[in-house]
């Protein structure tokens, strides 16, 4: 329909142009004219149909890409940002997963220096929880120096290690199936990995991510540096 359009204004021009040249000839420039006018009118036709034909494809459009029942629902539980310890203005840490730390189950808490195995050792990092299959992001920028498996024969559960020799930063992020390969680098808050379930080895546990965090080859609690917006402050302190 669009073709027809173009090729009736192309026509409707020739003729007026042809009207000028002949404005001599009463006569046919009569006949011109009469012509003209009738074009004329199948050119309004067809713009009026073009605009008829476009309103409800639009809204055709709209409606099939933006149906009521399927808008993103809006962002549950705290936002979290990480502190600034370079002074450049921008975060240097992130929460992996966007969940908040492991409460208490089975297995016990996911804060750091918790318990373990009745008291014998600590935690050395903090557990944040995941769902299995989403998308795990880079807590620190850097280059991926490590990629590695968190149990002894074990396959699936898997860790990335991520460096940044600028500020002195290690971090290993557990319990993910990698999507990077040694030696890429990565910013701040992008995909490295998938998280995974924990059921088969911990039955019953929270699904989560483990976070360790080194910082000059010393264990710091992630909880520290990554903060949540309007949380408690009691464990809000900056990394000495």
């Known amino acids: 329909m669009r073709s027809a359009f173009i090729s009736t204004v192309k026509l409707v021009h020739w003729i007026r142009q042809r009207l000028e040249h002949l404005a001599g000839a009463p006569m046919l420039a009569m006949a011109l004219a009469v012509a003209v ?56 840490f992130a929460n992996p997963t966007g969940g908040p730390p492991r409460g208490h189950d089975a297995y016990g808490y996911g804060y750091f220096h918790a318990v373990r195995d009745g008291g014998e050792r600590e935690h050395e990092g903090v557990d944040y929880d995941s769902r ?8 620190i920028s850097g280059y991926v120096a490590r990629i590695g498996y968190a149990y002894p024969g074990n396959l699936q559960l898997r860790y990335v290690q991520i460096d940044n020799p600028a500020l002195k930063l290690e971090a290993r992020v557990f319990y993910v199936r990698p999507d990077v390969r040694v030696g890429q680098s990565v910013a701040l808050g992008r995909p490295i990995g998938t998280a995974l379930s924990l059921q088969s080895r911990y039955p019953g546990i929270t699904n989560h991510v483990h976070l360790e965090l080194d910082e000059r080859g010393r264990h710091i609690d992630a909880q520290s540096v990554i903060l949540a917006r309007g949380g408690d402050s009691s464990f809000m302190a900056a990394m000495n």
């Open 37 to 92: 006018g009738s074009l004329g009118v199948a050119e309004a036709a067809v713009r009026s149909s073009l605009r008829h034909q476009s309103r409800p494809r639009h809204i055709a459009l709209a409606a099939l890409t933006q149906p009521p029942h399927l808008q993103p629902a809006l962002p549950l539980g705290p936002e979290w940002e990480g502190i600034d310890i370079d002074g450049d203005g921008a975060p240097d």
């Open 132 to 139: 299995p299959g989403q998308t795990v992001v880079a807590p």
